[in-house]
């Protein structure tokens, strides 16, 4: 009996076809692309210049964030409609070409807004990705192979979003942030050349072709017919909140954890026990804040397929709402302390949640599919997610910029005590004002004050430019010169007579930065009610029906 258990697993694993491993090599190396910018790009948008991050505030960096992706969820709807229309090779040709672009000069770029087109084009090209990837696995996967392709897939999903935040986190440390860019870029390079030269596009049928903007229209009519479903509309309007609860996971927990989380003894343990993980999981003596976050991944990789064995036994709402509640105990624990065992253990709890819920609510949504809809109502999953991530910006963007980012309320707390403190000041503002003063454009102030070189001295720079100025009777003093957010801290140390962690205790002991552990978990609360409601109301008496 066990072999033939055995024999039947195997079997079906070898009869998948060389296009689906194609596709599942594809996906894992795009979420590798993808997950190994994402899940550093919070601390890497607000990052201190002088270490090579962007500088920008919160408020800056949830508008990039959440917007951008949210965008990157909806695409899809219609972006399935052109991959049809064109075919999977040219669609995927065009994807790759499109993320290597965007990835690349997502490195190179240094303004808001240059950040937020140049990142909005890599959505684009992950759209186009997207529906052509599932399509492929769908296509190649039958009744009886389905379940096993589909649990391959999602795997695969996993393995590239643990790598890529692995491999960046060493990268960054040893490289400087602009390599994880090149990384990224490299990556969906490969996944082109795979695309050309050993993916074969199958036969497609020929005739007569609907206009493409009537294929839109009817897109969006489909979605609107599904939408008319009330039990499914519910359903999803509910699960906006889940999803922008586990967002918190990337958006927010890596900048709350290098702003609050004092890892030094977990760094030293870890560097003295196993010396290898400590030089790629460890910096300045604390353990990277991504490593925090890519343990949700590590998590799903060892015990998917256990979670799911136990949530098979569970009605599947129940499954969900049960997942909704273990996540929200972890994502409370991870922002109600600053002790790092509990952002440890919160997010572990966590992932156990998101691994029963996650897959659950796809498998929901073809329980409550009326026959020859499935595919309709499977497109209407990403609604939430999409509306998931936009509001995630404003908790990770307003929310946190006013309670819990750690330079607004150093810098309150100096105006408290009047004690003057130089403006935080990025290169790019200094030059952008400076050459406007000066009436040059910013390459022709690059090139007149050699700002491009390495280990620049700012002062001389400021000297320099104010003597060109004079000699055009401009008046400059006013411009602030460069000076980065860790530069801030240094000189509030200083002034205060506190160490930096002394300062980092005295500014949560006073401002109670955790307090955004409230809304968070408001949010999962709500939506673990709004469920409990909704399956008491609205699928019981459905059940209850079905069966008389």
């Keep these: 009996m066990e072999q033939n258990k055995k024999a039947g697993f195997l079997q079906t694993v070898t009869s998948f076809n060389k296009t689906f491993w ?35 505030n919160h408020i800056q960096k949830g508008n990039i964030m ?31 070409v499109i993320m290597m672009v965007g990835y690349y000069f997502m490195g190179e770029v240094n303004t808001y807004w240059s950040m937020y087109m140049v990142f909005l084009m890599v959505a684009i090209g992950a759209a186009f990705f997207k529906p052509v990837a599932s399509a492929l696995v769908a296509r190649n996967t039958d009744e009886t192979t389905g379940t096993m392709g589909f649990g391959i897939f999602y795997m695969m999903v996993n393995i590239g979003g643990f790598v890529g935040p692995a491999m960046s986190s060493y990268l960054r440390t040893e490289y400087g942030w602009r390599i994880i860019f090149i990384q990224a870029a490299i990556v969906i390079g ?9 993916y074969k596009e199958p036969k497609r049928e020929k005739g007569p072709k609907t206009p493409i903007l009537t294929e839109f229209k009817n897109s969006i009519t489909s979605i609107i017919e599904a939408l008319k479903d009330k039990r499914l509309t519910i359903l999803l309007i509910l699960m906006i909140g889940f999803w922008t609860m586990f967002n918190q996971l990337f958006y927010t927990l890596p900048n709350f954890i290098e702003d609050w989380i004092n890892s030094n003894d977990l760094s030293i343990w870890i560097n003295e026990h196993i010396p290898f993980l400590g030089t790629l999981m460890t910096e300045n003596g604390q353990v990277k804040p991504e490593w925090f976050s890519n343990l949700d991944a590590f998590m799903i990789i060892i015990l998917q397929v256990f979670v799911s064995y136990f949530v098979i036994k569970m009605r599947h709402l129940h499954a969900i709402i049960r997942g909704a509640i273990i996540a929200t105990i972890g994502v409370g624990l991870t922002f109600y302390t600053h002790n790092p065992w509990f952002t440890i253990i919160g997010t572990m709890i966590f992932a156990v949640g998101e691994m029963m819920s996650s897959p659950t609510l796809s498998s929901f949504i073809a329980i409550i599919t009326p026959k020859g809809k499935e595919a309709l109502y499977q497109g209407t999953y990403f609604l939430p997610v999409a509306a998931g991530n936009f509001f995630t910006g404003f908790i990770s963007g307003d929310l946190y910029q006013k309670w819990s980012d750690k330079l607004s309320l150093l810098q309150t707390e100096m105006g408290k005590r009047n004690i003057t403190m ?27 004050f050699q700002t491009k070189q390495d280990h620049l001295d700012w002062n001389l720079i400021g000297i320099k430019v104010s003597e060109f100025a004079s000699a055009k009777g401009i008046d400059v003093s006013n411009i602030a010169l460069p000076f980065s957010k860790n530069e801030y801290f240094v000189l509030a140390e200083q002034k205060l007579s506190m160490s930096h962690w002394e300062l980092t205790d005295f500014l949560w002991d006073n401002y109670h930065p955790n307090k955004l552990w409230f809304v968070v978990v408001g ?26």
């Design 523 to 548: 949010v999962g609360l709500v939506s673990i009610v709004s469920l409990l409601i909704y399956d008491k109301m609205v699928i019981k008496p459905m059940e209850n029906k079905s069966v008389k």
């Design 66 to 96: 959440a917007n951008v992706t949210a965008i990157l969820y909806l695409l899809p709807l219609f972006f399935g409609v052109i991959a049809d229309r064109i075919g999977y090779k040219l669609s995927l040709t065009i994807s790759y």
């Design 190 to 198: 490969i996944n082109l050349l795979v695309v050309l030269f050993f």
């Design 422 to 448: 130089p403006e935080v000041v990025s290169k790019e503002q200094y030059m952008e004002k400076a050459s406007e003063a000066l009436n040059i454009s910013i390459t022709q102030f690059e090139t007149q």
């Design 22 to 56: 194609l596709a599942s090599f594809m996906e894992l190396m795009e979420r590798w692309a993808w997950y190994g910018i994402f899940t550093l790009f919070g601390l890497y948008l607000v990052g201190s210049t002088n270490e090579g991050g962007l500088g920008f």
